[in-house]
């Protein structure tokens, strides 16, 4: 059990870890392993800007966080005003707003494909309810820290209240089997964390609430999330960087599909299990879709570490590049998990 100061540190943790390892990810995202090497050698030290050629974040100073983090938010503040409880409706209209105004700032990070699909469906009379039979991407994964965070998960406990939370706020995009594991893995061991949780311990809640998960949406040809995770943790702690991230790369794979990049974030925090910011920078180092996979590194390994495993820089960088106030919102969430 933790006490109040404990648990804030932890809950701001996660947000500054989604924050942290979405910037470290935003230049290298979509790059291939030995194209990051040759620009920023085997391990990125830092945050660095969007080069000119980046497919996706040309330019952006280095800092900058991407459409994980920023939807993320999105996700919180339906979180806070429902009091644990998503408005799946409202939901949808915020990330088409959402995007409207990326497209308008001329930014390349919009909608991930399942959440594009989901909603251009939607937008044409699809009913909510089958709107997100199609997605599979970690999109859901990506954006559901804020519900680890709002919602109480013990390790080994049962996560049914959790669940459910995570399919409100998910299946209106992603309502597979494999999505809800990926979404339900992310914010269980996220909540383990904030309740105390030491990085294996959230990792054996993440295994649990994605077992309960995966029956839960419609029925897709995938990979078990649960299982692989615990096989990839297995393949990768006690390596060295060099070794674990050509695991990642060439077995666990780093594509947008859940059943990858899920398990690969367990992956590279299993290796630094005591650091984080080393987690998330070989992330941003792995290669395919690194900004989503440090994003879910550092969320899990700050809810576990607490925010002062980070460098203070980091967090501050993060804060001042992108206008954050995320230690208002670790409190903002927590009293939603107290309701």
């Not at 990810?25 to 085997?42: F, N």
């Not at 991407?137 to 990506?142: Q, V």
């Not at 050509?246 to 992956?267: H, I, K, N, R």
């Amino acid at each position: 059990m933790t006490g109040p100061s404990d648990r804030h540190a932890r809950a701001a943790g996660a947000l500054y870890g989604l924050a942290v390892g979405d910037a470290l990810g935003m230049p290298t995202e979509s790059l291939p392993r030995p194209q990051i090497v040759a620009r920023y050698g085997p391990l990125l030290e830092d945050f660095q800007p969007g080069p000119p050629d980046q497919p996706l974040a040309p330019g952006l100073p280095a800092g900058t966080v991407t459409d994980d983090t920023e939807q993320a938010l999105l996700l919180a503040e339906l979180i806070i005003e429902g009091d644990g409880t998503v408005d799946e409706a409202q939901f949808a209209l915020r990330l088409l707003a959402w995007e409207e105004g990326m497209r308008a700032r001329g930014s390349l990070s919009l909608l991930g494909p399942s959440t594009k699909r989901a909603l251009s469906a939607l937008l044409t009379g699809t009913p909510i309810a089958e709107t997100g039979r199609d997605g599979t991407t970690n999109g859901a994964a990506m954006r559901i820290t804020p519900v680890g965070v709002a919602t109480p998960v013990s390790p080994g406990g049962d996560p049914d209240v959790l669940v459910g939370r995570v399919v409100t706020a998910s299946r209106v995009t992603h309502n597979t089997g494999v999505a809800l594991a990926g979404a339900a893995a992310v914010a269980a061991a996220v909540s383990a964390g904030v309740a105390g949780a030491t990085v294996p311990e959230a990792t054996g809640a993440a295994v649990t609430a994605a077992r309960h998960a995966a029956g839960r949406g419609r029925w897709v040809a995938a990979a078990d999330v649960a299982a692989r995770i615990t096989w990839a943790t297995g393949l990768t702690a006690g390596r060295p960087a060099d070794e674990v991230l050509d695991l990642v790369d060439t077995l666990v794979g780093t594509s947008l599909a859940t059943q990858e990049s899920v398990p690969a974030a367990f992956a590279l925090l299993a290796a630094a299990p005591d650091d984080p910011w080393l987690a998330c920078r070989l992330a941003a180092s792995a290669g395919g879709d690194t900004d989503t996979i440090a994003a879910i590194t550092g969320a899990i390994g700050g809810a576990c570490l607490g925010v002062a495993a980070f460098p203070e820089q980091a967090r501050a960088t993060v804060s001042a590049v992108n206008g954050l106030r995320l230690d208002e919102l670790a409190l903002a969430l927590l009293a939603v998990r107290d309701s």
